[in-house]
C-alpha cells in the first residue's frame, strides 16, 4: 500500500520549490518563515500552529514533516556550502505531491516566496519577527514595534530592527494586504 501523503506535507514540499525556484537557500528556517508570512497576512491558511521561538515564527508541527517527508522519499537535503545547515529540495515524488496543494495556496506561496527571493535566514527571522510583533501581539506604533523587536532579538542593532520593519512593510505592500 503507498504511503498516504497529507495535507501539511503538500505545503512544506510546495514552499521548498517557490524558494529553489526564487534563489531561496531554502534551510528550514526560510520554509518557517515563508508558511508563517502566509498565515500571517492571510493569504491562505497552512495547517501550522506558529509559536514565538529563538528564531522568530516556529512552528514544531511544521518541523516534524521535514522528517516525513525525508523519509517518505519526498524530500532531499544537500549541504552545498561547508559550515551551513542543509538546503532542502523536493524530490520528484515532493514535486508532485507539492502539485496537489489546491490553486489559491498554491499562488499564495509563490507569490510570497517571489518576494522573499533569496534573503538569508537571519533577515527572514527579523522580517517575520517584526510580523509576529505587529500583527499577533497587536503592538502597531513604529516606536513600540522597534522597541519590542529589540527586546525578543537583543543580537540586532537599532538600525538592523529598523531595516527589518522597512522590509517587512515592503513586503505587506507588494502583496497587497
Known amino acids: ?4 501523503i497529507d495535507e501539511p506535507a503538500t505545503w512544506v514540499l510546495a514552499a521548498a ?3 529553489n525556484r526564487h534563489g531561496s537557500w531554502t534551510g528550514r528556517i526560510h520554509i518557517h518563515k515563508l508558511l508563517f508570512i502566509t498565515e500571517v497576512l492571510q493569504l ?15 512552528s514544531f508541527g511544521l518541523d516534524e514533516e521535514f522528517i516525513n517527508l525525508e523519509l517518505s522519499g519526498c524530500l532531499d537535503h544537500s549541504y552545498p ?10 524530490t520528484p515524488k515532493g514535486r508532485a505531491v507539492a502539485s496537489k496543494l489546491p490553486e489559491q495556496a498554491a499562488n499564495a506561496v ?57 522590509d517587512a ?3 505587506v505592500a507588494s502583496l497587497a494586504v
Open 44 to 58: 491562505a491558511k497552512p495547517p501550522f500552529k506558529f509559536v514565538r521561538h529563538e528564531y522568530g515564527p516556529y
Open 1 to 4: 500500500m503507498p504511503q498516504q
Open 169 to 171: 512593510r515592503k513586503l
Open 110 to 166: 509563490a507569490e510570497v516566496a517571489a518576494q522573499l527571493g533569496d534573503r538569508n535566514s537571519q533577515k527572514l527571522e527579523l522580517l517575520a519577527t517584526c510580523l509576529w510583533v505587529e500583527r499577533r501581539e497587536g503592538i502597531t506604533g513604529e516606536p513600540e514595534i522597534l522597541s519590542r523587536v529589540q527586546e525578543l532579538k537583543p543580537k540586532y542593532s537599532e538600525q538592523e530592527v529598523q531595516r527589518g520593519l522597512e
Open 17 to 19: 520549490g517557490e524558494l
Open 81 to 90: 556550502t561547508p559550515g551551513y545547515g542543509p538546503r532542502y529540495e523536493p
